[in-house]
């Protein structure tokens, strides 16, 4: 079935550093590609998505682009905030089933 | 306001008994899913459902049943089957269709004492 890998974490930067957390997927068809964030004790909020190859997602700062060539769907940002820390999660949504795939999450985690 | 409401926040359990936790919501979704998340492991899907009355057995349903009599409500029963069901479980929905996101409810903290 359809896979998501995200890399381990936790992923530990100061404020104002550049970020880049690893997203790669396996699928069967042409999945659309998420990223979700979760703060302590709390559900899943959307982060962004990108529903086709060479679409490029983007909010509060973040982006990330669907790399078809590469199955990937690296999250970036520019300059991280302590506001930012939490645990991001990669997703796909399966063609046909509409099934929500997730990677294992990766923990951001900035220091002032 | 509109949203996906879980309850409760937390729950205790004794071994043996099983347990009902509720997921509403009123965002007129046709797609509800149940996750349940362990430390390390990400979250894996337990039910999904695409319309009333029918549901599909996502990775890990062993020990969990489900029901969807209703569009807005999709409760999950953690059975006595269950050998490990402490975890964190999260309830979602979607409007249905690839391209759209799904929204997720608080969650509910599933403890067996």
């Known amino acids: 079935g359809d896979s998501v890998t995200q890399m381990e974490g936790p992923v530990t930067l100061s404020e104002e550093a550049f970020l880049t957390i690893n997203c790669t997927y396996t699928?069967?068809?042409?999945?659309?590609l998420f990223w979700y964030v979760q703060y302590p004790g709390e559900g899943l909020q959307l982060l962004l998505k990108?529903?086709?190859?060479?679409d490029k997602g983007s909010n509060k700062g973040f982006e990330a682009t669907y790399r078809k060539e590469t199955t990937s769907f690296h999250l970036e940002k520019g300059s991280v905030q302590v506001s930012d820390s939490a645990v991001y999660f990669c997703a796909l949504m399966e063609t046909g089933f509409q099934k929500l795939v997730f990677g294992t999450g990766t923990r951001l985690l900035v220091s002032p | 306001d509109g949203g996906i409401t879980q309850s409760p926040k937390y729950l205790f359990r004794k071994e043996g008994q099983n347990v009902t936790l509720s997921c509403e919501q009123n965002l007129n979704h046709d797609a509800m899913y149940w996750y349940r998340q362990d430390p390390g492991q990400g979250l894996r899907l337990i039910y999904y459902?695409?319309?009333?009355?029918?549901?599909q057995k996502g990775d890990i349903a062993e020990g969990y049943s489900v029901s969807r009599e209703k569009k807005e409500s999709f409760p999950l029963t953690v059975t006595s089957a269950q050998k490990n069901p402490t975890a964190f479980y999260l309830c979602?929905?979607?409007?249905?269709?690839?391209?759209?996101?799904?929204?997720f409810g608080q969650g509910t903290r599933l403890t067996v004492v």
């Open positions: 979602a929905s979607s409007i249905g269709g690839q391209s759209r996101e799904a929204f």
């Open positions: 459902s695409q319309i009333v009355n029918d549901f």
């Open positions: 990108a529903t086709k190859a060479d």
């Open positions: 699928a069967t068809g042409y999945p659309s």
